[in-house]
């Protein structure tokens, strides 16, 4: 068992690695990752929240972190975003309970305005951090098609800097899945003018689709 660390103390960083059993399946891993500790993120929050959805789904849909209500209800996609994106899945023809979903990293990660906990992006060293994690969920799962939900998901499944406005849509990667880029659905609840959200929500829609035809 390791030892743990206190939220205040210093991050170390030595990522998941030593945390992630070894030929897992899903459920194995969702159990063993409440003993991360591979980067600081598990100390403020309530708990890791993991995955939902088929261990053998053939399209992956990977977002950035738990938000405030997934972070309360153990859940991935079950606040104001997961509506957006249940929306979109339906809107390109695929099933919301035949994708397996997932996040780049597995723990909020907040700031505390009063009894507010305002989400705060994950840095680069966080998303290495968890990468195992991913890694392992790829290996169990083997989609034919992997979605990433924003430019923290894209970093984290292709190892890059990635420009969402210039990649989104296309078929990347290739070797044991494809890999397609769109936007985060949480994206489209920020937007100020939302006039725009029809034309945003039929932009994640196509990228959707586009997974839903990869993956045949
Ligand atoms: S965010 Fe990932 S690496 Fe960091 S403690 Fe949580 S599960 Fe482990």
Redesign the pocket.
């Known amino acids: 068992m390791p030892h743990a660390r206190t939220a205040e103390s210093k991050p170390a960083r030595p ?2 690695e030593e ?1 992630v059993p070894a030929s897992a399946d899903v459920a194995q891993l969702a159990q063993a ?1 409440h003993d ?7 100390g403020p ?1 309530t708990q ?1 929240v993991f995955s939902s959805g088929p261990d053998d789904a053939t399209v992956m849909l990977v977002g950035e ?1 738990p938000g405030d209500r997934e972070d309360r209800e153990g859940e991935p996609f079950v606040g104001p975003a997961g509506r957006v994106l249940a929306d979109a899945l339906h809107a390109a023809g695929l099933d919301a309970e035949q994708v397996y979903v997932t996040n780049a ?3 909020f990660r907040f700031t505390e305005r009063g009894k507010q906990r305002l989400h705060k992006k ?1 840095d680069v060293a ?1 998303i290495r ?2 990468g195992p ?1 991913l890694e392992a969920e790829l290996t169990a799962v083997r989609p034919r098609v992997v979605v990433a939900l924003g430019a923290t998901a894209a970093r984290a499944l292709l190892g890059r800097e990635v420009r969402i406005g210039a990649e989104r849509g296309q078929l990347l990667d290739g070797e044991t899945h494809d890999v397609v880029v769109t936007t985060h659905p949480s994206s489209l609840l920020r937007l100020r003018d939302r006039s725009e959200f029809g034309e945003k929500f039929g932009a994640l829609v196509a990228d959707l689709r586009t997974a839903a035809e990869a993956a045949g």
Not at 36 to 42: A, D
């Open positions: 990522g998941a945390w990752v991360c500790r591979g980067c600081e993120l598990w929050a890791a972190q990293v597995k723990h994950p966080h951090a968890c994690w």
